[in-house]
């Protein structure tokens, strides 16, 4: 299994960015997607996480009501679309399919 990320960059507070994780293989719309973040020097922090079904998602208290977790199972694909991002924001996003993590994408929030 191969999850690669993608969809990070240098955007503005107040700005939007939508990150993608593809994950290789045939079991994707029977498995749950988590993203998480890693400040250098600092714990990876859980952000978001949705079942299988996409019935069951969770934020963590510091992104909910301002990032969406969502996944298409026709192209494998999760997102992870951030709206009024804020500087502290400013991370290396990872997703993960247990027990599978993918090299991460560079988000930079200037102020």
């Known amino acids: 299994v191969q999850v690669e990320e993608s969809g990070g960059g240098l955007v503005q507070a107040g700005g939007s960015l939508r990150l993608s994780c593809v994950v290789s293989g045939n079991t994707f719309r029977t498995t749950s997607i988590a993203w998480y973040r890693q400040v250098p020097g600092k714990e990876r922090e859980w952000v978001a996480a949705?079942?299988?079904?996409?019935?069951?998602?969770h934020y963590a208290d510091s992104v909910k009501g301002r990032f969406t977790i969502s996944k298409d199972d026709a192209k494998n694909t999760a997102f992870l679309q951030m709206n009024s991002l804020k500087p502290e924001d400013t991370a290396i996003y990872y997703c993960?399919?247990?027990?599978?993590w993918g090299q991460g994408t560079q988000v930079t929030v200037s102020s």
């Open positions: 993960s399919r247990t027990p599978y």
């Open positions: 949705i079942g299988w079904d996409g019935s069951i998602i």
